[in-house]
């Protein structure tokens, strides 16, 4: 099994392009999430979703879309990218509620 | 609400030396507690958990923690330090059921702001 997979893994974006980052899973989880990290912040949600067809919004939502048209795939994106959304992007999946989280590798962007 | 600290943003310990990296929790409820581990530039791992079985759980790499419900915290400790152990681990939180009205706070942990250790030769 790959588990989570991320692409891409680096980005580099100008202020206002847009993207998509593609999440991927193989453990057929139900349960889906987007995270970004930053410096001194920890781990914040953005988005989860609790099955196929289901999004909903995290702590830091502003920003970004996501959309889940199949159970093994969760997609994260961004309109209109701004600085601010430079970070590390983390996917994770889990099981069921009380299941652990299992992570992506990453992907850095960086959005000048 | 919910919510972790972690005590010490950066840990410094000399190879075989104790490890004790401090995580408290603020819960309505005795929540689920987990412990992640990052190495460089890669994703988080998980190290152990407690979800109210033993207060005492045992995770990969010799690392363990104990659930202390009166001092509301969940401290992870490794007997020896390895130099392999140098990495940032973060501490988590979530309820351990779902409540009406939570507004999606069941679905997501509540992570600490992560400790970086430094294992010194």
């Known amino acids: 099994n790959a588990g989570v997979t991320q692409t891409p893994k680096f980005r580099v974006l100008k202020t206002g392009q847009s993207m998509t980052l593609l999440c991927a899973q193989d453990m057929n989880h139900e349960y889906m999430y987007w995270y970004r990290q930053d410096p001194g912040m920890g781990l914040r949600l953005i988005h989860y979703?609790?099955?196929?067809?289901?999004?909903a919004k995290g702590e830091v939502p502003d920003g970004y879309n996501v959309s889940r048209l199949k159970k093994q795939n969760f997609l994260l994106g961004l309109e209109s990218a701004a600085p601010s959304q430079t970070s590390v992007y983390f996917c994770?999946?889990?099981?069921?509620?009380?299941?652990?989280?299992?992570f992506g590798p990453g992907t850095r962007l960086t959005v000048t | 609400a919910q919510s972790v600290t972690q005590l010490g943003s950066h840990v410094s310990v000399s190879e075989g030396a104790l490890v004790l990296l401090r995580c408290n929790y603020s819960?309505?409820?005795?929540?689920?507690l987990f412990w992640y581990v990052q190495y460089p530039n890669q994703g988080l791992q998980l190290l152990l958990k407690y979800t109210s079985a033993a207060t005492l759980v045992k995770g990969i790499n010799g690392f363990e923690a104990e659930f202390k419900k009166s001092e509301t915290s969940f401290h992870l400790t490794k007997p020896s330090a390895h130099m392999s152990d140098a990495a940032e681990y973060f501490c988590a939180v979530r309820p351990p059921v779902p409540t009406q009205n939570s507004g999606g706070s069941n679905y997501k942990l509540t992570f600490g702001k992560g400790t970086l250790l430094t294992v010194n030769p």
């Open positions: 994770a999946s889990s099981y069921s509620l009380p299941y652990e989280q299992y």
């Open positions: 979703s609790v099955g196929e067809g289901t999004t």
């Open positions: 819960s309505s409820v005795p929540p689920y």
